[in-house]
């Protein structure tokens, strides 16, 4: 696998460039043309600039509207801005959700974590709202012939991850480096968890609670397949899915291929 190209960001979690990899005939992503990254709501003057520099045009904002209201993205001159979430609900507990009930079933089972990522991994696939919402994103990514696309949610590693796999599936990525570039997410929010964690442990919570949240925190081999057996289980495959269920057809496929591909 080509490593990940990841950005000198410090203000935003998880920054990355999917310049590299290889995809259709051989061919390389073209770097300064997709970055995937966690929210750009405390993004510094900074990093700000770096990305102006880097090329950024557009931001898509893949979270639901409680998190953008709570945590909106900074207005940067200049770019785009696009809100297009991947469910109308908010999960996170981050926003002023109340989430008393889940909270006790992570302090009483160490896997309720597990089993809530599975569920979110099947619904961001299957419902059709999600798939609205990817088409849209996917849609506009094509039409864009210059710039960064930067696209996020709020960690850049479930959401994201998601519309990464098939984006680089339609690049043409092979499947083990897609699974690979979304593990990467573990590394690139190691500290992350680790502070979060501390919190928790200065909050007094419990082992059982502690874990359920870095689970919550972390991508995981389990999350990916429960997406793709979904899709091949209900879709057929996942090329299939892509034609059929998210409306991108071979037309669309075909210009993201000739727009983000070197020649």
Request: proline share 3%; with cysteine; net charge negative.
């Amino acid at each position: 696998m080509t490593e990940p190209v990841v950005l000198p960001v410090k203000s935003v979690r998880n920054p990355r460039d999917l310049g590299g990899y290889i995809g259709f005939g051989g061919h390389k992503i073209k770097s300064h043309r997709l970055l995937r990254t966690g929210n750009i709501s405390k993004i510094i003057p900074k990093d700000e600039k770096f990305l102006l520099d880097y090329g950024l045009t557009k931001i898509i904002d893949l979270r639901s509207p409680a998190e953008c209201k709570a945590n909106p993205d900074q207005n940067i001159p200049s770019v785009d801005h696009y809100e297009f979430p991947l469910s109308v609900d908010d999960n996170t507990g981050g926003n002023g959700l109340d989430m008393s009930i889940e909270f006790e079933q992570y302090r009483h089972n160490q896997y309720a974590g597990f089993y809530t990522m599975c569920q979110r991994y099947h619904d961001h696939v299957s419902n059709k709202f999600a798939q609205n919402s990817i088409h849209q994103i996917v849609s506009l990514i094509a039409k864009t012939t210059h710039g960064s696309v930067l696209y996020h949610c709020s960690e850049g590693k479930d959401r994201t991850g998601l519309v990464t796999v098939i984006l680089l599936y339609i690049l043409g990525v092979d499947l083990e480096t897609i699974r690979q570039d979304y593990l990467y997410s573990n590394l690139m929010l190691n500290d992350y968890r680790k502070v979060r964690d501390e919190q928790f442990k200065r909050a007094g919570e419990n082992d059982k609670f502690r874990a359920n949240m870095r689970i919550l925190g972390s991508v995981a081999n389990a999350y990916i397949d429960t997406s793709l057996i979904t899709i091949n289980e209900n879709y057929g495959d996942i090329d299939s899915y892509i034609d059929k269920q998210l409306g991108i057809d071979e037309q669309m496929q075909e210009k993201i291929r000739e727009n983000y591909l070197e020649k």
